[in-house]
């Protein structure tokens, strides 16, 4: 299969490692030039939309409230696995009426129908962003706010007929745009059917990384995830999913997006269970490597550079919205650089991460640290 052999050769060298974004702390600039205020995470982060509402009691003003209540619980629970991790679900608090109060900051009802004895619809609920981190930490549980850039999921049908990718009749592109998951950190667009030139065969796609560069930047996306499904066996109804390793080679092996198979009652099933699994297994890799690790506090001299004072307002509103910067110390500046103290959680590579979903790039050259919008710093 030419395409596999691609897939193979490109293997840790096509995708750029997960890269970062969201919230920060800043201190000790000109009072000329000011800050945002620590702990400015954007609020949709905060922000859980579409809680599906419905109670039934002896009229529909008495469900009303009952099941606005029960849309604040399930919006609760909604945000805590999306800043968290799988494996600490069994962890996360029960949402009690404290809890809430303390939490929410408040609702928006977005739709909603009455019948005589029914009240449904939907909400969205606002919560307190240093409420709920605060909450988070009280319960030693890590978490992760950045919200990484979308993600292009390119979905390769391969039958013993051959590849399918850009085919109208592609099933797995079907299942991936039938997934119905609540809004997480990691976005994803789904390549449509397509004829246009630019849409090449699966095996000539893959042959240089730069096409795939170029298809994700055409498309607004950060990334590309070339994944694979194919039929576990001509009469079964399983589906085996491989997906391209790209992330960085020197992340940890236990954390790479390992080949599974996903099973159903049909094939649709299979497929809409396997796109459903690999999303949740992309969102908790990426929490990984972007959770804030508060028994990690870090600091590094960094030297920014910029084209203009603009530049230099636009790049430090960027630092200001990463979570995980927690200090931004000016020690000088001038109209063309300036040198500052990053404090932050974590390790340097994870802050890198969190910087790049701003267009940011933080890389470290001869023992040096220098920081700058993406394309402006020297090769």
Known sequence: MPWRTALAALMLAVFPAFCPVQT????????????????TAPAS????????VDASADSSAAARPVALAQGQRRAFTQLLQRLTLIEDRSRLPQPTEALLNDTIAGFEIDEERTSATRYLGRITVRFRPEAVRQLLQNQRLGYAEVQSRPILVLPVWQTAEGAKLWEADNPWRDAWKRRAEPDGLVPFMIAEASTAPEALPIDRLLVDSAQLTTLARQRNAGETLV???????????GARVEIFPYFDADEASDHRLEPFVAQGATMEEALASAASELARRVENRWKRATRLDLDKPGQISVAAGFKSLADWVKLRDKLAEVPSIRRLEVLRLTHRDAQVQLGFFGEPQQLSVALAQKDVE??????????????????
Do not use: H, I, N, Y
Not at 24 to 39: E, I, K, R, W, Y
Not at 45 to 52: L, Q, R, T
Not at 371 to 379: A, F, S
């Open 45 to 52: 982060v905060f922000v859980v939309s579409g809680v599906a």
């Open 362 to 379: 933080l890389r470290q050259r001869d023992g040096f640290w220098e920081l700058g919008l993406r394309g402006t710093l020297k090769p």
């Open 227 to 237: 994944v694979a499904a194919s039929p576990v066996s001509p009469e079964g109804a």
């Open 24 to 39: 920060a702390l800043a201190q000790g600039v000109p009072q000329a030039q000011p800050v945002p205020q620590p702990g």
